[in-house]
C-alpha cells in the first residue's frame, strides 16, 4: 500500500502513542497538576460558603468531592487534543495506518492514567478536610477511579468535537456534562452506600459496566469527531 | 431500494413530495388538537383527588411524548445523513432540534405548573422531571454544537455524531435517574390514581398526542422546506421556482 510500510502492527501504533502522550504531559507537570490545584481549591470553597460545621459537611461531603473531582477532570479536558491540533500531529495520527479509535483510546488512556487517577488518590485526604465518615475512604477512591475513566472517554468525545472550534471550552462543559450525570449518580452514591452501611457492590458494578459501555462505544465516536474536527 | 434512496437525495424530490403531504397533516393535526382540546379540557371528567388541575396532562404528556421522540427521529435523521449522505435529514435534523428543545420546555413548564396544585411546589426533584431537564441541556448542545462551526457541513457533521451520542446515553441517565430518585426517595407523597386511567380520560389523551405528532410531522415538513429553499438558493430549480411565483 504506501510506501513506507509501517513497521509492526496495532499494538506498537497504540503503544507509541501511549508513550508519546505520557512524555510529553510528564514534562508539562503544570497541566497535571493544575486539575489538582483546582480540585483543592473547590473544596476548600464549600466550607467557607456553606458552614465549617462537621456534621453538616460530613453529609453532603460525597456529593462534594464528586462534583468537585468530576468538575476538575472536565478542566482538563480542553487540553487533550489541543497542542495536537495545534501542532498537526493529530493529522498525522489521522493519516496513520492503525484505527484512529485504538490510537484515540491510547490517548485518552494518558488523561485518565494523569487526571483520573491522582484525582481519585488525592479525595480521600480532602475527604479527611470534609470530614468524610470512616470507612468510605477507600470506596471514595475507588469509585472516584473507575468513574473517572468513564468521564475521561465521555469527555474526549466532547473534546474532539470542539477542537476545532477558537473557543470551545464553555461549549466543551455544556456538551459533556449531561452524559457525565449517570457516572455522578453511581460514583457518588456508591460513596453514600458505604457510608450508610448498605451494600456497595451494585454501584460499583453499574460503575464498571458504564466504563464497559463508555470503552466500547466511545473510542468509535472520538474517531468520528477527530474526522469532522480536521476536515472542518 | 436504491432507486428510492437516490430519490431521496434529491432536495427537489422532497421539495414537491411534501408540498402533496403537508396539507393532509395540517389538517389532521388541526382537527385531532381540536376535537382532543375541547373533550379533554370540557367534557372529560374530573379527577376525583385532583379536580380540574389534571386537565394539563392533555397538553403535558403529548408534549413529553414529542420532547423523546423528536430526539430519537433527530439522531436517526443524522445516522441517515452520516451513511447516506442524504443532505435533506440533515436539513430536517436542523429544523427538528428547536422543536424538539420547545417540546421539552413546554413539558417541563407544564409539569412545573400542574406541580403547584398537586406537589405544592413549582419544582421537585423528581426523576422524571430531572431527566426531562437534562433532556434539554441535551438538545441545547446539539444546537450550540451546530452553530459553533463556521463551515456548515462540520456543524452538520458534528450535530449529528452528538445526537447519536446523546440517544445512545438517554436510555443510560433515564435509568440511572430513577435509581438516583428511588434511592433519595422524599418520604410524603404518592401519585395514585393514575395508574388506572378511565377510558373517558385516556381518549382524549390518545386523541391529543396524536395531534401533536401530526403537528409535529407537519410542521417539520414545512420548515424543512424552507430550509431546502435556503441552503438550495443558487440551484437551477430554485431559482425557476422563484421565477414562477413572480
Known amino acids: 500500500m504506501s510506501m513506507h510500510a509501517p513497521s509492526g502492527g496495532l499494538m506498537v501504533a497504540v503503544s507509541a502513542t501511549f508513550k508519546r502522550d505520557l512524555t510529553l504531559l510528564l514534562r508539562r507537570r503544570g497541566e497535571v497538576l493544575n486539575p489538582l490545584v483546582f480540585f483543592a481549591l473547590v473544596i476548600t470553597l464549600f466550607p467557607i460558603g456553606i458552614s465549617p460545621d462537621p456534621q453538616l459537611l460530613a453529609e453532603i461531603a460525597p456529593g462534594l468531592l464528586w462534583v468537585a473531582a468530576l468538575l476538575a477532570a472536565l478542566l482538563s479536558l480542553d487540553s487533550l487534543f489541543r497542542s495536537d491540533y495545534d501542532d498537526g500531529s493529530l493529522e498525522q495520527l489521522l493519516l496513520a495506518p492503525q484505527p484512529l479509535a485504538a490510537l484515540s483510546l491510547a490517548k485518552v488512556a494518558v488523561h485518565w492514567l494523569l487526571t483520573g487517577l491522582p484525582l481519585a488518590l488525592m479525595a480521600p485526604i480532602l475527604g479527611i478536610m470534609l470530614a468524610l465518615p470512616a470507612g468510605s475512604y477507600l470506596i471514595l477512591a475507588l469509585s472516584l477511579a473507575l468513574g473517572t475513566a468513564s468521564l475521561s472517554l465521555i469527555g474526549a468525545i466532547g473534546a474532539a468535537l470542539t477542537v476545532g472550534l477558537a473557543r470551545g471550552g464553555v461549549l466543551l462543559s455544556l456538551l459533556v456534562l449531561p452524559l457525565y450525570i449517570p457516572v455522578l449518580i453511581f460514583g457518588a452514591g456508591a460513596v453514600q452506600a458505604a457510608i450508610l452501611g448498605d451494600g456497595i457492590a451494585a454501584h460499583i458494578a453499574i460503575l464498571g459496566a458504564l466504563l464497559a459501555i463508555s470503552l466500547m462505544l466511545a473510542p468509535w465516536a472520538i474517531a468520528a469527531s477527530l474526522r469532522i474536527s480536521i476536515n472542518g | 431500494m436504491w432507486a428510492f434512496i437516490n430519490k431521496l437525495r434529491s432536495p427537489k424530490w422532497f421539495y414537491s413530495i411534501s408540498a402533496k403531504l403537508q396539507p393532509w397533516f395540517w389538517a389532521a393535526a388541526a382537527l385531532l388538537l381540536l376535537v382532543g382540546t375541547v373533550w379533554g379540557l370540557a367534557f372529560a371528567p374530573a379527577d376525583y383527588q385532583q379536580g380540574n388541575s389534571f386537565?394539563?396532562?392533555?397538553?403535558?404528556?403529548?408534549?413529553?411524548?414529542?420532547?423523546?421522540?423528536?430526539?430519537?427521529?433527530?439522531?436517526?435523521?443524522?445516522?441517515?445523513?452520516?451513511?447516506?449522505?442524504?443532505?435533506?435529514?440533515?436539513?430536517?435534523?436542523?429544523?427538528?432540534?428547536?422543536?424538539?428543545?420547545?417540546?421539552?420546555?413546554?413539558?417541563?413548564?407544564?409539569?412545573?405548573?400542574?406541580g403547584v396544585p398537586t406537589w405544592g411546589t413549582w419544582w421537585?426533584?423528581?426523576?422524571?422531571?430531572?431527566?426531562?431537564?437534562?433532556?434539554?441541556?441535551?438538545?441545547?448542545?446539539?444546537?450550540?454544537?451546530?452553530?459553533?462551526?463556521?463551515?456548515?457541513?462540520?456543524?452538520s457533521r458534528a450535530a449529528?455524531?452528538?445526537?447519536?451520542?446523546?440517544?445512545?446515553n438517554i436510555p443510560i441517565i433515564k435509568y440511572s435517574v430513577d435509581w438516583w430518585y428511588t434511592l433519595h426517595q422524599p418520604a410524603s407523597f404518592t401519585i395514585t390514581g393514575r395508574s388506572a386511567m378511565p377510558m373517558e380520560m385516556w381518549a382524549p389523551l390518545l386523541i391529543m398526542v396524536l395531534g401533536f405528532y401530526c403537528f409535529f410531522i407537519a410542521l417539520t415538513l414545512m420548515r424543512t422546506r424552507s430550509e431546502i429553499l435556503r441552503r438550495e438558493t443558487n440551484k437551477r430549480w430554485v431559482q425557476e421556482l422563484v421565477e414562477e411565483v413572480r
Not at chain 2, 413529553?64 to 449522505?85: H, P, T
Not at chain 2, 436539513?91 to 409539569?111: H, K, Y
Not at chain 2, 449529528?160 to 445512545?168: F, H, K, R
Open chain 2, 124 to 155: 421537585m426533584w423528581d426523576a422524571r422531571l430531572t431527566s426531562m431537564l437534562i433532556l434539554l441541556f441535551l438538545y441545547l448542545g446539539v444546537i450550540a454544537l451546530r452553530g459553533a462551526f463556521n463551515s456548515r457541513d462540520s456543524g
Open chain 2, 160 to 168: 449529528s455524531v452528538l445526537a447519536m451520542v446523546g440517544v445512545i
Open chain 2, 55 to 114: 386537565r394539563i396532562i392533555y397538553v403535558h404528556v403529548p408534549a413529553a411524548f414529542l420532547a423523546q421522540s423528536i430526539f430519537v427521529s433527530m439522531a436517526i435523521s443524522g445516522l441517515v445523513f452520516m451513511v447516506w449522505k442524504i443532505k435533506v435529514a440533515d436539513m430536517a435534523a436542523t429544523v427538528m432540534a428547536p422543536l424538539g428543545a420547545a417540546m421539552t420546555f413546554v413539558a417541563l413548564f407544564s409539569g412545573a405548573v400542574w
